[in-house]
């Protein structure tokens, strides 16, 4: 196919589709799919059983980890990292050098920039926007709609209401209730376990 580079690896239990493109040196592992106008990078690595949807890109030295899946018009950026079981929604953002834990959960239309952290079983609703550095802790729940400010840290099973504002560089502690649309300032500290209405 002139669209995959000779250089590909390509294991031959994949399934690309014919409008697919794979750059040179990008790895495509055992079982992996990838759909209709797929765009892998040179370098970009796809695991096994992973699937890339329609329209998606995977950019240079990306990786997609076992079983994950990449949702329609998707784009990972350069050297961002899915883990084992995540899963991204239609039209999502992953920025660069951002990583998204095993099993993670990201909705359609939402954003993680740039080196953020969103760790295992932690889910992002839809058209939530995750700045940069920012660290979202395992089985986390951030809403629909909510915006977290760069270098924001929201700890293990903490939850963010739909629609609430997270300052920069502000901490939500473990198991804490931010409610919906909350505002929370820069640089602030939310330990205690009530919930912020």
């Not at 969103?118 to 839809?126: F, S």
Request: with cysteine; charged share 20%; net charge positive.
């Amino acid at each position: 196919m002139d669209n995959v580079h000779p250089t590909a690896l390509i294991h031959g239990s994949a399934e690309v589709d014919p409008t697919a493109t794979v750059g040179a040196a990008a790895m495509i592992g055992y079982g992996a799919r990838l759909g209709p106008h797929a765009r892998i990078a040179s370098g970009a690595v796809i695991r096994q059983n992973a699937v890339v949807r329609s329209y998606s890109s995977v950019e240079r030295n990306a990786e997609v980890g076992s079983g994950a899946v990449v949702g329609p018009e998707a784009t990972v950026r350069i050297e961002a990292r899915l883990g084992s079981g995540a899963r991204i929604g239609e039209r999502v953002i992953v920025g660069r050098r951002a990583l998204i834990g095993p099993d993670a959960r990201i909705g359609d239309a939402a954003v993680v920039a740039s080196q953020a952290r969103i760790w295992h079983r932690a889910e992002v609703g839809r058209m939530a926007t995750i700045g940069p550095r920012v660290v979202v802790g395992a089985r986390a729940r951030i809403g629909a709609e909510a915006r977290l400010g760069v270098l924001a840290f929201v700890n293990a099973g903490a939850v963010v209401g739909p629609g609430a504002r997270i300052g920069k560089n502000a901490r939500i502690g473990r198991q804490v209730r931010i409610g919906s649309g909350v505002v929370i300032r820069d640089r602030s500290l939310v330990e205690d376990y009530a919930t912020r209405c």
